[in-house]
């Protein structure tokens, strides 16, 4: 008997409808293959959802979002809505969406998907292979923190954050990341600022004692600054990173950047009962509506659905394969190369359907 799973997209603004229609192929198709029913419906957020409603996330989007198995997203903002007040502004929806679902981890691989390799900024022998998971924790932490803001105090202006974290909120992160060091090569690495954030010294306690847990991971602690040096330094050291907020915000785009191209990173919103999935790009205002956009990101966001929502490891391996078989030949304009065929939006998206059939 097949198994149905309810699935909210969440298109967005900019490239988000273009990048999502292929990916919703592909999810389709692989659905098919692994015996999965499929409920798909679509909601507004971000600022298409503003210009409707006047609120990036309708309650009407909030609840269809509760009540399915995972969501799909495309991608928010955009110049339109940028003159408009911060509380409503698109961005606003999906940090909403987040914490109501309760969605503290963050998880983003960077991978080099095939001959890619080229497309880094980086020698070629620095990061061939690199296979890097970094797991942010993403409702807590200093973007969070209270009190905060800006105020006037001895006659100037005086900002002020806050870095919080409660001893739950580090051991549930920390979990998801031995974890997920353990569905992969078993070695963690925990970056904190322990020897100057008295927060982070007690980030690296808990996840010591959680440790004692998870005798086959290999742990070890990295300092934010030096990890930054060696993600760029030697990146294959690396296998699962798990930092808090503002640390993996930071590591997280640098680790992705080892790839080369913004429009081949998948992420994952986990926590809760239901995981968000969406490309780690944005709304690319500048090439919205043009077909140009790499759908790639996207539909392998669709396979880490399969994966993390579904536990379907195989469908994602399928989409991946059929990814990297499709860049052999063809490329979307940010990851063109010599020798292989220019593909807009919509025929990329054919292409790896293609490819599909063909595994
Ligand atoms: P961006 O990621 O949208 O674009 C950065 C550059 O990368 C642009 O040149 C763009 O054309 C290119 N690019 C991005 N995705 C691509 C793809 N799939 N294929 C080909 N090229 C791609 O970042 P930005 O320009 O800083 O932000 C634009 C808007 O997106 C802003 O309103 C920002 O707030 C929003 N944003 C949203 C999210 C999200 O929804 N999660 C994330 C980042 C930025």
């Known amino acids: 008997m097949s198994t149905t799973k309810k699935i909210v997209v969440t298109s967005g603004d900019g490239i988000g409808p273009d990048v999502s229609e292929q990916a919703v192929q592909v999810m389709q198709a692989v659905a098919l293959r692994f015996d999965l029913q499929l409920e798909l419906s679509e909601h507004p957020v971000g600022g298409i959802a503003y210009d409707l409603t006047g609120t990036p996330l309708p309650d009407e989007t909030l609840d269809a979002c509760k009540a399915a198995d995972a969501i799909l997203l495309g991608a928010v903002g955009g110049p339109k809505w940028e003159p408009l007040d911060f509380s409503v502004r698109p961005e606003r929806g999906l940090l909403k969406l987040r914490s109501e679902l309760q969605l503290y981890a963050n998880l983003r691989p960077a991978v080099i998907y095939g001959d890619l390799v080229d497309a880094s900024t980086l020698k070629r022998e620095v990061v061939e292979g690199t296979n890097i998971m970094v797991i942010r924790e993403l409702t807590g ?79 070890n602690h990295m300092y934010v600054d030096n990890a930054a040096m060696q993600l760029i330094r030697d990146p294959k050291q690396f296998d699962t990173v798990v930092t808090t907020n503002l640390f993996g915000d930071i590591l997280s785009d ?102 599909l059939e063909s595994l």
């Not at 202006?157 to 549930?172: A, C, D, H, K, P």
């Not at 709304?283 to 396979?303: C, E, F, R, W």
Request: hydrophobic share 35%.
């Open 254 to 355: 640098a680790a992705a950047m080892l790839t080369g191209s913004i429009g081949m990173l998948p992420s994952a919103s986990v926590g809760g009962d239901i995981g968000l999935y969406e490309p780690v790009h944005g709304s690319a205002p500048d090439i919205a509506g043009q077909d140009k956009a790499n759908p790639l990101a996207t539909i392998l966001s669709v396979g880490m659905m399969f994966r993390y929502s579904f536990d379907l490891t195989e469908a994602d391996e399928l989409i991946q394969k059929a990814v990297v078989q499709t860049i052999e030949t063809h490329r979307t304009g940010d990851i063109m190369s010599e020798g292989k065929t220019l593909v807009g939006c919509q025929q990329m998206g054919d292409l790896v359907l293609k490819a």
């Open 141 to 219: 932490g200093i973007y969070f923190g209270q009190p905060r803001g800006v105020t006037t105090e001895n006659g100037e202006r005086t900002g002020r954050n806050t870095l919080v974290y409660s001893e739950s909120e580090i051991q549930r992160i920390a979990k998801v990341g031995f974890e997920t060091a353990q569905k992969r090569s078993n070695r963690l690495t925990s970056v904190d600022k322990a020897n100057v954030l008295e927060t982070t010294e007690l980030w690296r306690n808990v996840v010591v004692e959680l440790s004692r847990d998870y005798p086959d991971v290999e742990l």
